[in-house]
Structure formats: structure tokens, C-alpha cells
């Protein structure tokens, strides 16, 4: 896909727009406030006749054990180490507010502890055999405190099969013929997310030359995704920022095998010097990966669908493991997507007006751009194996306010963005 100036990126679907100064736009308000009634006394007054006495009774509210109606962990749990989600619907007769603390590896050590749980929820554990190579059945607890009577407390068992043990492998070709100030954002961002994807993917052999672009150099073997990257001239400053995307994605895993990621060379020293470059190409490369570009793969032969609502004023990511980090930002249902800005941004990103300067937003931000666990969440979703610690602090900016979105001194340039074909082998 192709970038413009203004717009730092664009993948097979996605563009992301360059941003300076800090101003205010309207942000969409996301939660509203929930009330909570409390117990109800009632009073009796019979009617009063001759020779009659009059009475009044009050009912009493008796302190009762909150009730769990149900806790599971998700369906496609995968192999080790995986990020398991874990639902629960849970209440309190007395109407009492709840504490939910979730052991989801079963080692007898809360992983997650949620405030005011009663309208229940979802929440992501990272578990991993004790031994990798043999297959375990695991056995989360749920613990629910009112603070006035005794715990309620319910299991669940899942199993957990062993992985692939290889780290996962990303390699750049072109890189040692990158101009020299470059080099490093390209080689940085591949070590970030082999840090972040823990575990590679099956290997696959040599690549067929009908599944590459015209003119990409043969593939004799892929260990775990080739990206090929380059910094050349494209249509000089103030144009096309660049193109990235998955190129060649293999059928069995529904992920890339091949990618590509070019920049202009009129653009590079101007990103260089205003310090945004390393993090464009992070979020370049994550497109690579597959964040925007691999969510819905129907179209080509896949069976993913992990976006709804595309091309409407509404789209939503729905993948389980990012709902539950969107839940722990305070979100409700599906993780809010862009829909608004060009083809190129337009339902491939999370959505500006909301997640502000959070790396995969269609936006850079001159500053900061943290990246977040709902993000490495999302690669879970896309089938990989993640380690959520990699992320950045990050938190929802203004939450349940209503906010602007940080807009650029200039004017926004679309770039005319080009879907490079995916093409698919087994």
C-alpha cells in the first residue's frame, strides 16, 4: 500500500497520517454512567376498624453470597504459551457492589482482580506449560467478594497443548543496503516484534515464484516471514510517503510469508530528523504481520473474520483476546475501528477519536505513540503466540469524555493507495 506525506502509511488496507501539533476535535464519549439500586423496604398497613389493632412490617434484607451464572476460558485457546480469555457473568442479591479475582494458570496466584465485576466481563491470561512438551490440563478459579459475606468461588478446566519451541524469526532482505541512518528503524522494529511473537509458525519451503510480485527475488525457504524492505525514490517530497503489505500469505496458517515495505528516499531524512521514522516502520511493519491487512481473509481462500461493519459508520474488531483488552481499557463489545480518512485508513486501524496516539491508529503522533496490549492482543487474534509485557503503558486518553483528535498544521494530502495482490499458497 502506499503513503503520502502527510499521510505516513498505507498497507494492503491501511494509510496512516502523519500528525504535529496537538488541537481539539470532537472524540465520541464512551461509557456512560450505570446505576445501581439498592434493597427496598416495604411497609404493611392493614385497615383499621372497630375494635381493630394495627400493625406495620418491615422486610429485612438478608446478606446473601454473590452468585457466578458462568466462567470459561475461550473456545480457541491454541497451543503454548497462549493468551487465554476468560468470560464471567456474575451478580449479588443484595445488590451489593463485587470484587472478581481470576487465577487463570491455576497456580493459586490472582492474575487479574476487577472492580465492580457485576455485569461480568472478560479478561486475558497468559498461561504456558510447566513442561513444553507435554499437554496439561489446567484448572482457573474465579473468586467473587461482596465484602459482606463469604466468597463465591467457581472452576474451570481447559487443556493446553504443546507448541512450536522455535522463536519466531523475521527476515529483512535489503536491509544492509538501506541508507546507513535507516538501518537501525528497520532492524529495530523486526527485534520488537520477534520480542513480541513469541513462538514461530510452521516453516514453509520454497515459495512459488507465481505467489511473489513481479520481480521479487525467489524464496527458497521461509523461517518465519521474508520481508523485503527498501528506501528508494518514489515521486520526491511532499508525495507518496511509501507502500507496505503483505504480499504472499500461506493458506494453512492464514499469515504472511512474504512482505514488502518501501519508503521514499525524499522523506526519509525529514522523518529521521523529526524523530517519527522508527516508529512508522514499526507500525509498517505490523501491517506486514497482518494488523489490517489479514483480519477478513475470505476473499482469499481463508476462513478469518475478525472485522464487521467494513465500509460502515460502525466497523468493529471483534477478535476475543482484543474485546477482552478493550474491556480492561473500559470498552464495551467489539474494539471501535477507524471510519473516517482514505482507503488506506479507513477500517484497518483502530480508531483515532478514541485510542488518540496509540501506535496502530491511522495517525503518528510527533511525540509519543505507545504500543499496547490491545494491539499484541489483536496478533493473538490473528493466530500467533504474544507476550503481552512487551507492550508500553498505555491507557484510553480522556475515557468517557468527550475529546479531540490531535490534527495536522497542514492540510491532509490522501495518497493513492495501491492494494498489493495477496496471493495465497498452501
Known amino acids: 500500500m502506499r503513503l503520502r506525506k502527510v499521510q505516513i502509511h498505507q498497507t494492503a488496507h491501511a494509510r496512516l497520517t502523519r500528525r ?3 488541537s481539539v476535535r470532537n472524540r465520541l464519549p464512551v461509557l456512560g454512567a450505570i446505576a445501581v439500586l439498592g434493597g427496598i423496604a416495604a411497609a404493611c398497613t ?16 438478608t446478606p446473601e453470597q454473590p452468585v457466578i451464572a458462568s466462567f470459561a476460558a475461550s473456545t480457541s485457546i491454541g497451543t503454548s504459551p497462549a493468551l487465554v480469555t476468560f468470560n464471567w457473568a456474575a451478580s449479588d442479591p443484595n445488590g451489593d457492589a463485587l470484587v472478581c479475582k481470576i487465577d487463570g494458570n491455576g497456580d493459586g496466584t490472582d492474575d487479574a482482580i476487577i472492580n465492580n465485576c457485576e455485569l461480568g466481563g472478560s479478561r486475558n491470561v497468559s498461561v504456558t506449560l510447566d513442561d513444553p512438551a507435554v499437554a496439561q490440563t489446567i484448572t482457573a478459579r474465579l473468586i467473587v467478594e461482596d465484602g459482606n459475606t463469604s466468597a463465591a468461588v467457581r472452576t474451570t478446566d481447559f487443556l493446553l497443548q504443546p507448541g512450536p519451541t ?3 524469526n523475521i527476515t529483512l532482505r535489503g536491509a544492509d543496503l538501506l541508507p546507513v541512518a535507516a538501518q537501525p528503524a528497520f532492524n529495530g522494529a523486526a527485534a520488537k516484534w520477534e520480542q513480541i511473537l513469541t513462538r514461530g509458525v510452521a516453516d514453509f519451503g520454497e515459495v512459488p515464484t507465481t505467489c511473489l510480485p513481479a520481480g521479487t527475488a525467489p524464496i527458497a525457504s521461509v523461517d518465519d516471514i521474508v520481508i523485503d524492505v527498501s528506501v528508494v525514490p518514489i515521486d520526491g517530497v511532499n508525495g507518496i510517503l511509501g507502500q507496505a503489505g503483505p504480499t504472499c500469505v500461506s493458506l494453512s496458517t492464514e499469515l504472511g510469508l512474504h512482505g514488502t515495505i518501501e519508503f521514499d528516499s525524499a522523506d526519509v531524512t525529514a522523518m529521521l530528523a523529526n ?11 505490523a501491517h506486514v504481520l497482518g494488523f489490517g491487512t489479514l483480519w477478513n481473509t475470505t476473499s482469499i481462500g481463508g476462513t478469518r473474520t475478525l472485522a464487521e461493519g467494513q465500509g460502515s459508520a460502525n466497523p468493529r474488531f471483534i477478535g476475543a483476546r482484543s474485546v477482552a483488552e478493550w474491556s480492561q481499557l473500559g470498552g464495551l463489545s467489539g ?22 496516539t496509540e501506535l496502530m491508529t491511522g495517525y503518528i503522533s510527533p511525540s509519543s505513540n505507545p504500543l499496547s496490549r490491545l494491539t499484541i ?7 500467533y ?35 498489493p495482490p495477496i496471493n495465497t499458497t498452501r
Open 166 to 168: 522455535e522463536l519466531f
Open 385 to 419: 503466540h504474544v507476550d503481552v509485557s512487551q507492550a508500553d503503558a498505555y491507557s484510553v486518553p480522556g475515557f468517557g469524555f468527550l475529546r479531540s483528535a490531535i490534527a495536522s498544521q497542514d492540510a491532509p494530502i490522501e495518497g493513492i493507495m495501491l492494494n
Open 46 to 61: 392493614p385497615v383499621v376498624g372497630p375494635g381493630t389493632t394495627t400493625t406495620s412490617t418491615t422486610l429485612a434484607t
Open 377 to 383: 492482543a489483536q496478533f493473538a487474534d490473528l493466530g
Open 275 to 285: 524523530g517519527t521514522f522508527s516508529r512508522v516502520v514499526l507500525h509498517e511493519m
Open 20 to 22: 504535529k501539533n496537538p
Open 335 to 356: 474494539v471501535p475501528l477507524e471510519n473516517t480518512g482514505g482507503a488506506g485508513t479507513v477500517g484497518s486501524h483502530w480508531k483515532e477519536t478514541i485510542f488518540g
